[in-house]
């Protein structure tokens, strides 16, 4: 029996061999086929593929205004000192910096020269005339935008002047010939979304469904990501982390914790501005670009399905389960004592002795979203680094808030966001100096 065994070792090893060999074969083929995009999306439908009438053409461009209001095109493809829909702003990821391009129907750098059936191919499948879109544009998103209102859409931005204006060139990784390997990025991150209909919700809520999981795509920045920068859809809305900064969970019991009602939520919206917290940094650029040149009743409707949970209730603002002074009580004397003073020293000549905030000064502090999040990377970001002045919307403005980063010791900074975040966040959890040194 020993010697079958041991003239079995060859047969044995040379089958090992085999399977490996087949496997990297089928490996091979599997990849080339990945990379020549045979198993990519082709969702554009066939009406799509003939032009539309001019006349029907240019009667859509009033709604695919409202439309790229929704989606923030301008946003994102208008720098802060540029020209509207020219591109160049920066947005950096983990392998390099991307630059929105020039959306404008200029034929050399715009996207003149796109038909409709390539518009609907771009913001469908993620595909543009160039190749794979990167993710940055959020096709994963938009994908679930109905014929109609890209027809809308794109009779709206061929409207717009064309500029002459370049591209920047993108950096790290993706000035690199990258864009075939997004078909690896797509097969893995970009789901084939639905259009979110339910019948036994209200119109309102499906329009709001319609927008925040499409055009809108609040679940960009508000949703974590894997390792490979997607989208965890299964998680969708639950915060995520952008620019060194954490992203609010958006979902409907932790809005309502927040105390965000539908009108609250509205006014935010609407504004920039609201009881629980003013937009800043990314957020003030969605609120200013986007929706608060919406129609209100779209505003609402956003507002509304992301006060709605999963069984279908609005939900209403929640009564802290903490009172506040008694989480300070909890907490020990020595824990809080010279973050209060540095408090009073440093802020409470903006934002008041009770963290009330001073109009067109400084936001409240108490019952603000930020200072209740959970995750205080946000919090300690705008401690160490100040705000720019902001101006919303509505007349209103807060004036800019300096950094405190060499001003204070990390200790110091994290005595006074302890107090803070106790004081009127509800946190009883302490900041750690390693928190604010791991920020600067």
């Known amino acids: 029996m020993k010697k079958l065994r041991y003239y079995d070792r060859p047969k044995r090893r040379s089958g090992l061999i085999r399977l490996i060999v087949w496997l990297l074969i089928i490996g091979v083929i599997f990849s080339l086929l990945v990379l020549f995009g045979v198993f990519k999306q082709d969702t554009v439908s066939e009406s799509a593929k003939s032009p539309l009438p001019q006349a029907e053409q240019e009667a859509l461009i009033p709604r695919g ?40 129907p200029d034929k050399d750098f715009g996207i003149g020269d796109y038909t409709r059936e390539d518009f609907h191919r771009a913001l469908k499948d993620g595909v543009g005339k ?3 879109l990167f993710p ?18 794109y009779a709206y931005i061929m409207s717009i002047p064309p500029l002459q204006v370049p591209n920047a060139k993108n950096s790290g990784v993706f000035e690199l010939p990258v864009r075939p390997f997004m078909n690896f990025w797509t097969l893995l991150n ?3 979304r639905k259009v979110p209909i339910d019948e036994n919700r209200s119109d309102v809520w499906n329009r709001g469904a319609y927008l925040v999981e499409g055009l809108a795509h609040c679940g960009a920045c508000h949703s974590p990501r894997n390792f490979m920068m997607g989208v965890k859809f299964s998680d969708a809305l639950a915060g995520g982390f952008e620019s060194g900064m954490a992203i609010p969970d958006i979902r409907a019991e932790r809005l309502a914790k927040n105390g965000y009602s539908v ?27 986007s929706t608060s040149q919406m129609n209100l ?25 903490i009172v506040y002074n008694q989480v300070v009580g909890r ?38 979203a930020i200072v209740e999040m959970q995750d205080p990377q946000t919090f300690i970001g705008v401690i160490l680094h100040g705000l720019q002045t902001t101006n919303y919307t509505n007349g209103q403005r807060m004036y800019a808030m300096p950094g405190f980063n060499g001003e204070l010791k990390p200790e110091q900074i994290a005595d006074l966001l302890t107090w803070i975040r106790a004081e009127w966040g509800g946190i009883d959890q302490g900041i750690s100096t390693k928190e604010v040194d791991k920020a600067l």
Do not use: W
């Open 136 to 153: 940055a544009m959020p096709f994963v998103f938009t994908h679930i935008t109905t014929d109609r209102d890209l027809d809308a859409l």
């Open 263 to 289: 009108a609250d939520l509205t006014q935010y919206l609407s504004t920039g501005i609201a009881p629980e917290g003013s937009s800043f940094a990314g957020m003030n650029t969605v609120t200013h670009f």
């Open 331 to 368: 907490m020990k004397q020595g824990d809080r004592e010279k973050g209060r003073e540095y408090y009073m020293a440093a802020c409470a000549g903006c934002h008041g002795l009770q963290g009330e905030g001073t109009p067109n000064v400084a936001p409240s502090l108490s019952h603000n």
């Open 65 to 104: 205004k409202e439309l790229a209001l929704a989606g923030d095109c301008f946003g994102c493809h208008s720098r802060s000192d540029g020209e509207k829909g020219a591109g160049g702003v920066p947005i950096a990821t983990p392998f390099g910096t991307i630059y929105s391009t020039n959306i404008t």
């Open 130 to 132: 160039k190749g794979n």
């Open 190 to 192: 970009f789901p084939d």
């Open 297 to 321: 009743s779209d505003v609402k409707a956003m507002a509304t399905y992301l006060l709605t949970d999963s069984k279908g209730k609005l939900l209403t603002p929640e009564q802290s389960p």
